[in-house]
Structure formats: structure tokens, C-alpha cells
């Protein structure tokens, strides 16, 4: 079945490491993004990418970064710059052209750091 | 600068009942797109409607209706004869296209609770 997928559901860290949440896509989609959400709060865009080899930050990068060397995988790693990681973390595709396209949502990743 | 404000932030209805969700957004382009989505309790958010900005006809899908306002800025979203499996949180969002790409801004989302 064609979709996105984010590994892991779960994911837990201690305070200073960085940790990498994996994203990939089989929709052949070009474009690709990462959001985050807190509780109660709508989502907020971090990094997108239009096309492999390429990507922007979004409103807020700080304390992200991450990498598309591949079409369908798209992760982002959350350093230990960011002060505040404990949030719910979605990434999304979408076909890349003139017209804004719907985004195509994975099942995201809750990150909690202690 | 783009903007989308969902003032209400959690309803509560009883099943059979009908409900609207509000929508109001701020953006200086002309030509721009209105998303809603939906995320259930599992996480997920799912496509629910696209409006282009020149398209002001309301649209209705089984339960499911809008109403585009362009005059006063808003794209309400409406269940109809709602059902518990509507429970989930509503987004709405915006994208001005162009060089943006599909950069959504969202709103704050309505909690939409639907008791039996």
C-alpha cells in the first residue's frame, strides 16, 4: 500500500543527545515536510523539501536540521540546540507543482525528552 | 503574513446533532487555498476538502459541508447529523501557492467531542 511511514511511534531520549526520526514515502511525491505539534496547538512547519538535494526552513528550524538525499526518505533530527523537544512530530508529502496540492500525513512520532 | 484562527477550541454535542466549525484567515495574496483536515485520536490528520480561492460555491460530501466566504474571510466547516466516529480534532489551513509552494499555515484546531 502506498503511504508514509514514521519510525517509531514512541520515542524517548534524555536531555543532550540528538535523535534522528525517520520519515519515508512510496507516493513518489516530491515534496516533503516536517511539523510539529503541541498539545492543544495546531501544527507548526519546521523543514520542507520541494525536491530531492534541496530543502527550507519553515517558521520554526531552530534546533532541527535534516537531509533529503532521496526521494522518499526525509528524516529530522532534533539536536540538543532545540530547548524544547517533547512534542508530537508528523511528516507529510505531496505531489510538487503550480497548484497547492493536499498533503498526504504519516502517523507521526511522540518524542519526549527528560 | 498568513493567518488562521479557529476560535473555538473544543465542542461538545450530543449524536444526531449538527455542528459547525469556524474558520477565519488573514492573507494578502489573491489567489490562495483552504484546506480542512481531520485527526482522529490516532494521530494521523487526514485530507478532508481543498477550496481555491475563486471558488466560492458551497460544497457538500455525505455529512459534510463548507461554506466559502470570501467577504468576511471564512471557510466554516459543518457535520451534519454527527456521529461518534466524528470525534477528532478539525484543522483548518491555508496556502498562498505560488513560489510557497504548498506551505500551510494552520489554524488552532477545534476538539470535536461527540457523546452517544
Known amino acids: 500500500d502506498g503511504g508514509i511511514t514514521q519510525s517509531p511511534k514512541y520515542l524517548f531520549r534524555k536531555e543532550g543527545q540528538n535523535v534522528t526520526l525517520s520519515c519515508e514515502q512510496n507516493?513518489?511525491?516530491?515534496?516533503m515536510y516536517w511539523y510539529r505539534q503541541d498539545p492543544g496547538q495546531g501544527l507548526r512547519l519546521i523543514y520542507y523539501?520541494?525536491?530531492?538535494?534541496?530543502?527550507q526552513k519553515g517558521d520554526i528550524a531552530e534546533g532541527y536540521s535534516v537531509s533529503r538525499e532521496k526521494k522518499e526518505s526525509f528524516p529530522l533530527t532534533v539536536t540538543s540546540a532545540q530547548k524544547n523537544p517533547t512534542a508530537f512530530y508528523l511528516c507529510?508529502?505531496?505531489?510538487?507543482?503550480?497548484?497547492?496540492?493536499?498533503?498526504?500525513f504519516g502517523p507521526g512520532t511522540r518524542l519526549t525528552v527528560t | 503574513a498568513q493567518k488562521v484562527t479557529q476560535a473555538q477550541t473544543e465542542i461538545s454535542v450530543v449524536e444526531k446533532e449538527d455542528v459547525t466549525l469556524d474558520c477565519v484567515y488573514e492573507?494578502?495574496?489573491?489567489?490562495?487555498?483552504l484546506f480542512w483536515y481531520k485527526q482522529p485520536p490516532s494521530g494521523e490528520l487526514v485530507f478532508l476538502i481543498r477550496?481555491?480561492?475563486?471558488?466560492?460555491q458551497n460544497e457538500i460530501s455525505g455529512r459534510y459541508s463548507w461554506n466559502f466566504q470570501k467577504s468576511t474571510s471564512s471557510f466554516n466547516f459543518t457535520i451534519t447529523a454527527s456521529q461518534v466516529v466524528d470525534s477528532a480534532v478539525y484543522f483548518c489551513?491555508?496556502?498562498?501557492?505560488?513560489?510557497?509552494?504548498?506551505?500551510?499555515?494552520f489554524g488552532g484546531g477545534t476538539r470535536v467531542l461527540v457523546k452517544p
Open positions: 507516493l513518489n511525491h516530491d515534496a
Open positions: 507529510a508529502s505531496s505531489p510538487r507543482g503550480g497548484l497547492p496540492y493536499e498533503q498526504y
Open positions: 523539501s520541494q525536491i530531492v538535494n534541496d530543502f
Open positions: 477550496r481555491n480561492s475563486f471558488d466560492e
Open positions: 492573507t494578502r495574496d489573491t489567489t490562495y487555498y
Open positions: 489551513a491555508l496556502s498562498g501557492g505560488g513560489a510557497a509552494g504548498n506551505k500551510l499555515t
